[in-house]
């Protein structure tokens, strides 16, 4: 057998487009989890408050724009996109370092990114992400998650 057959493959993060300044923004659904799933290493108030305040500045340095997050036991579900000079893999992986950093998580190696291609497919994945805590069972009612944040204006609705 081939020793490429063995090697691990390296998620590719690349956007397979490059838009001008000022252009339509590409938008990603992002799924970041811990190295070890199952056990609550992220839905507890003092990693989320870690969490929020990284979102916010963040946002506030441009070094991504994110809209939508939600954070359960054992992994996180974003929307986002990475208009600035640095390409998106370098910024999670930067953000995965400094959360690790200042809390006790734990990151696996790579993360998962889906491009959004409409508005109705990105509205599609906020709800998503917003009704994620229900359909886990942790809740009954997405308004009830203490562990989700959006940007302001942004409106969300269990129905």
Known sequence: MSEEIHRRKRLCHESPFTFAS???????????????????????????????????????RELWNCSVFVAMPDHVHLLAS?????????????????????????????????????????????????????RGGLVNGAEKWPYFWKRDGLPMRDR
């Open 22 to 60: 000022g252009s339509l923004r590409e938008v990603y659904f992002l799924t970041i989890c811990t190295k070890e799933r199952g056990p609550n290493q992220l839905a507890k108030p003092e990693v989320w408050k870690v969490i929020l305040e990284s979102i916010e500045d963040r946002n506030r």
């Open 82 to 134: 990475f208009d600035g000079p640095e390409k998106m893999g370098f910024v999670i992986t930067q953000w995965k370092r400094w959360i690790a950093h200042n809390t006790d998580v734990r990151w696996q190696r790579d993360f998962f990114d889906h491009r959004l291609r409409s508005f109705e497919s990105a509205a599609g994945k906020a709800r998503y992400i917003y009704l994620n805590p229900v």
